[in-house]
């Protein structure tokens, strides 16, 4: 079965540093890995995602993510935060069940950008 | 184009009654999931629909559940609520379903139950 380990549950930055958020995931299978960003008082909200192709995945808002196959891990990176960035995150690897896929989600890293 | 609404937003209920939380997907969604999150266990998978079908369940008790209607607009239900329903419920919506290769999920802002 697959599941995602977040091995930070805080994270506090001051801004305009870089920030790594961890992500690590079990499966037997190929994967498809997502992270995604929840703001305060929203739902969450696409930033990347990895399906098949370039290991170096871009997404939205200057974060990038890395799938790394040997190390079975997916680390969000951006090299310059901003206070806007303070929100939750959540690695999110693709399952099928029932012949229908499903996110499993990590428990969150909470990014707080601090001035 | 309209995003995903979840209603009511907000909601406050008691020990032993029964609550039920509406999700209507983007126009042209043919799926809907349905998620518990709360601080201690995150955001947990409750079922997904597909037209008006439930094409996937998650390990919660009988006390959930859903249906879909034919505009794709789905409810949830919980009954005989317990404290530890307390949480914030999210819906979101996608083409085909599931959130990985077949499509991107959208999320609605959720609504957050207060059992008492």
């Known amino acids: 079965a697959q599941s995602v380990t977040q091995l930070d549950s805080q994270v506090p930055v001051f801004e305009e540093a870089p920030v790594e958020l961890r992500c690590n995931y079990s499966s037997s299978v190929s994967v498809y890995l997502f992270w995604y960003v929840q703001y305060p008082n929203q739902g969450l909200q696409l930033l990347l995602k990895y399906l098949s192709g370039s290991t170096l995945v871009k997404g939205i808002n200057g974060f990038e993510a890395e799938f790394n196959k040997s190390q079975t891990s997916f680390h969000l990176r951006k090299p310059s935060v901003h206070i806007s960035d303070t929100a939750e995150y959540f690695c999110?690897?693709?399952?099928?069940?029932?012949?229908?896929?499903?996110?499993?989600f990590g428990k969150g890293t909470k990014l707080t950008v601090n001035p | 184009k309209a995003g995903v609404t979840q209603t009511p937003r907000y909601l406050i209920k008691t020990r032993g009654q029964q609550v039920t939380l509406s999700c209507s997907p983007i126009s042209g969604h043919r799926s809907v999931s349905w998620y518990q999150q709360t601080p201690g266990q995150g955001l947990q998978f409750l079922f997904e629909y597909f037209s008006e079908t439930q094409r996937n369940k998650g390990n919660f008790p009988g006390r959930f559940s859903g249906r879909q209607f034919s505009n794709s607009r789905s409810e949830m239900n919980v009954s005989t609520l317990e404290l530890g329903d307390s949480a914030l419920y999210l819906c979101?919506?996608?083409?085909?379903?599931?959130?990985?290769?077949?499509?991107?999920?959208?999320f609605g802002e959720g609504s957050r139950l207060t059992v008492l």
């Open positions: 979101a919506s996608s083409l085909e379903g599931g959130g990985g290769p077949t499509g991107e999920l959208f």
């Open positions: 999110a690897v693709s399952r099928v069940q029932g012949g229908s896929e499903k996110l499993v």
